[in-house]
């Protein structure tokens, strides 16, 4: 068990660039979710992936923001037209397929400063 | 948005005492945990417990849950410093295949 990896670890863009981030989850693990978190704040769902399929966004997910999962192994997230309050930490987590009582192993994020 | 709220926001301890975080949430729930997270770093799994489950212990970590109350209550016993960070709930709801986290306590144990 290699963990939850993700790059970048920092991300320092200028408002209007495009990002993309990486996340390799656990290898057995079929399902990928990504989160937000501000400071002070817990995390916040952003998007669901069990193998390569997408199965649910949240409305946070705004039509700048696109996730893909080719192959059901690793995931990206690209941000388009980057803005200030995209400055957050990206969390990437991974879980067996055990329904609604799968713990999450988190990765340890990427975080993105948009100046 | 949050689905839960912990409470208190932040609490500072001696090491060697323990420490009671709390968790409110407002939705139907087949299960409740309990996550670590160190400064910049990501989240931890620690306890998980189901929702027909009254209380659940792992090495001096206790979890109670009050369904009837929609409440949790996650304590540490006998506190070393190596416990300071924040600690989130997180509510898995019936027909979400996704966890929802609450606000998080800081924890902060003083050697």
């Known amino acids: 068990d290699t963990g939850v990896s993700q790059n970048p670890r920092h991300k320092i863009t200028k408002r209007g660039q495009n990002v993309t981030f990486r996340c390799d989850p656990i290898s057995e693990h079929n399902r990928l979710y990504w989160y937000r978190q501000t400071l002070g704040q817990g995390p916040e769902f952003l998007t669901y992936f069990q193998n390569e399929a997408q199965l649910e966004k949240s409305r946070l997910l705004s039509d700048r923001f696109s996730a893909e999962r080719p192959k059901g192994s690793f995931s990206t997230l690209e941000i388009q037209r980057t803005e200030q309050g995209d400055s957050a930490m990206y969390l990437c987590?991974?879980?067996?397929?055990?329904?609604?009582?799968?713990?999450?192993?988190f990765g340890n994020g990427t975080r993105l400063t948009v100046t | 948005s949050q689905q839960g709220e912990e409470d208190p926001q932040a609490l500072s301890i001696q090491e060697g005492e323990n420490a009671t975080m709390n968790c409110s949430y407002k939705?139907?729930?087949?299960?409740l945990q309990w996550y670590r997270q160190n400064s910049g770093r990501g989240l931890v799994h620690l306890i998980l417990?189901?929702?027909?489950?009254r209380e659940k212990h792992s090495g001096r970590l206790r979890v109670t849950l009050d369904t009837s109350k929609k409440s949790s209550s996650l304590l540490i016993t006998a506190s070393r410093a190596a416990d300071t960070a924040s600690y989130f709930c997180?509510?898995?709801?019936?027909?979400?295949?996704?966890?929802?986290f609450g606000t998080g306590t800081r924890l902060t144990v003083i050697p």
């Open positions: 939705t139907s729930i087949n299960n």
């Open positions: 417990i189901r929702s027909n489950e």
């Open positions: 997180a509510t898995g709801q019936t027909g979400a295949n996704n966890l929802f």
């Open positions: 987590a991974s879980s067996l397929d055990k329904g609604p009582n799968s713990p999450l192993h």
